[in-house]
């Protein structure tokens, strides 16, 4: 709702031509059929905001100094168009069945100090109005689930974030109690990726050989099981074209729907324009030397879960980013002889992929040993001294997409790289800090200052 009335692009079609947000394409900071039967946290609503496009400001009720600090608060968000208040609240303040409950405060009305619901789950309750004291009660309530007290977002566009065309943080890098959280499972890559990155230089390289080095290092790592997680992916549907070789491609199916071949056109473009960098000519070369493994290892970047042989008339599968449906459950489409060649597919190599790592993960070390207080993940370009290898990594590739004479590629860059900062603020620390601050500068060891 909030990411509509904000007029928010996903960045892809939702029906027709239209480009509006669906739950469907909320699959950020938590697996969807795990949001479906749990429901999610605060914590995990503001990482979905943001890495949605949003800008989000967080407040616990218990941080609430006086009601006529919220009330100023609802009447900002109810008196202009780019603001919009959503609420988490226990339902059972206000006598309805259920418990913890997101919904938005569309309107307020000053004599009566009551609030308008917006109720997300209108066929069980329509729009309602309660008093802005009820609010606060209900909202100033436990999280069962978290331990923590419920609050308030204010939601509003951040419109230096684009959204993404093709690619997007993987599923994996959701939380649930299988999988347990990636800070843990990416912690040894972190450092050893940044600690290659600090390391000086011996000699004077050229842009193909900081590449070669860093897709060695890349590949090392991942033979050593220090990257356990796909990092990527799409957001089309993708299967996995196997045939005899080990390596293969991807081939990822646009929209069918009505604009279908715009969308295609885009987005082979961006494909284009990608395999037009440098970084992905030095890739290519650098691969040439690669065992097929290797190259199938690159590949694996990127989310997919079904393999399809060259002899087989199938194309595309269902979902590329669902959460590991069982082979039983997983349907993928017979196609007719005509269109069995994917005319409008696009298919991605394991050079791509390569590429949108290098481009998108060596400009942040994401992970540090957060000391108290702070939060603030590591690796940015000013902490990199000179004559070191990710000093010339980061020039180099910072260069080479500013370079770009491209209509998507920077965009596409900058919007990845943007969700996955985001969701390793998620992974890495608590996004509200004590007292609603989320700089947490003032925290100390107060219980509100959890890392996870």
Known sequence: ??????????????????????????????????????????????????????????????????????????????????????????????EQTGDGHFSPVAGYHKDRDLVLILDTARFKYPPHWIPLQTLWDAMNTVDKDTGKVRGYVL??????????????????????????????????????????????????????????????????????????????????????????????????????????????????????????????????????????????MALGLLQSDHTVHETEMNCCNDSCCSSSPSVEKRKVAKLSPELLKCSNSLTISPEHMMTLFLLVWPHKGLWEEVKEGQGRPFGTEAEISRETFGDVLVTFLSNDVQGSTGSYIASEIKSVKYKLEEVMKYHGFSQIGCCGSTKQKTCGKSACHTKQ
């Open 1 to 94: 709702m909030a990411l509509n009335a904000l007029e928010i692009d996903p960045g892809k079609i939702w029906k027709g031509s239209w480009r509006w947000y669906h739950e469907d394409m909320l699959d950020c900071c938590t697996p969807l059929d795990v949001a479906r039967v749990k429901g999610i946290n605060m914590e995990q609503f503001v990482c979905l905001a943001r890495c949605n496009g949003l800008n989000a400001r967080a407040r616990i009720a218990s941080a609430i100094l006086s009601l006529d600090e919220l009330r100023q608060d609802v009447l900002s968000a109810c008196s202009q168009d780019d603001l919009v208040f959503i609420s988490s609240y226990s339902r059972k303040l206000l």
């Open 155 to 296: 939601l509003s566009r951040a419109d230096s974030h684009p959204s993404s065309l093709l690619f997007r943080p993987s599923c994996d890098f959701a939380v649930d109690s299988v999988q347990g959280n990636v800070f843990l499972r990416l912690k040894g890559f972190s450092q050893e990726w940044f600690s290659w990155m600090k390391s000086p230089l011996p000699k004077q390289v050229s842009g193909a050989e900081i590449v070669s080095e860093a897709v060695d290092r890349v590949l090392d790592l991942m033979k050593r099981g220090q990257i356990p997680v796909k990092m990527f992916c799409s957001n089309l549907q993708c299967t996995q074209w196997g045939g005899t070789n080990p390596s293969a491609s991807l081939k990822c199916c646009p929209s069918d729907e009505k604009d279908g071949d715009t969308v295609s056109c885009i987005l082979h473009k961006l494909l284009k324009e990608l395999s037009s960098l440098e970084t992905f000519q030095y890739v290519e070369t650098s691969f040439t030397t690669k065992l097929a493994e290797e190259k199938k």
